[in-house]
């Protein structure tokens, strides 16, 4: 989940959760204040710390493969050298205990979104150029 670089780059991001276990955290109908005071906070203030500049966010949901709704925060990130490691939106969200469902994807040249976290036994490491 490393993502280096030798000179400012944009990388396109998504951190995701299933509605399901978002409205778990403060109910179905604090939903707003748990995105808004809580995980989206969190991850914006981790890429802060990180040195990851946010250049545009959208919020949008969408239905998987098993019919669950799912919340996907997407970012627009400029990225600068050396890079940034986006393991600092797991601590920060696993240090608050808003962890539970978390998945990142990250934009790919060609192929879409990928997913980054959670990562399989593989190491995920991206090298931009």
């Given at each position: 989940?490393?993502?280096?670089?030798?000179?400012?780059?944009?990388?396109?991001?998504?951190?995701?959760?299933?509605?399901?276990?978002?409205?778990?955290?403060?109910?179905?109908?604090?939903?707003?204040?748990?995105?808004?005071?809580?995980?989206?906070?969190?991850?914006?203030?981790?890429?802060?710390?990180?040195?990851?500049?946010?250049?545009?966010?959208?919020?949008?949901?969408y239905y998987s493969a098993e019919?669950?709704?799912?919340?996907?925060?997407?970012?627009?990130?400029?990225?600068?050298?050396?890079?940034?490691?986006?393991?600092?939106?797991?601590?920060?969200?696993?240090?608050?205990?808003?962890?539970?469902?978390?998945?990142?994807?990250?934009?790919?040249?060609?192929?879409?979104?990928?997913?980054?976290?959670?990562?399989?036994a593989i190491r995920s490491r991206?090298?931009?150029?």
């Amino acid at each position: 989940m490393k993502i280096d670089c030798d000179h400012a780059r944009k990388v396109e991001i998504a951190v995701e959760f299933p509605i399901s276990i978002l409205c778990k955290y403060n109910g179905p109908d604090n939903l707003d204040v748990t995105l808004d005071d809580n995980i989206t906070y969190l991850i914006n203030e981790a890429l802060r710390k990180a040195g990851a500049y946010v250049k545009n966010k959208a919020m949008k949901t969408y239905y998987s493969a098993e019919n669950e709704e799912i919340l996907s925060y997407q970012l627009t990130l400029i990225v600068q050298p050396p890079g940034v490691n986006l393991h600092c939106i797991v601590d920060d969200l696993t240090q608050e205990n808003f962890h539970q469902g978390l998945c990142i994807k990250m934009q790919s040249q060609h192929h879409g979104f990928r997913m980054v976290y959670p990562q399989s036994a593989i190491r995920s490491r991206v090298k931009l150029s």
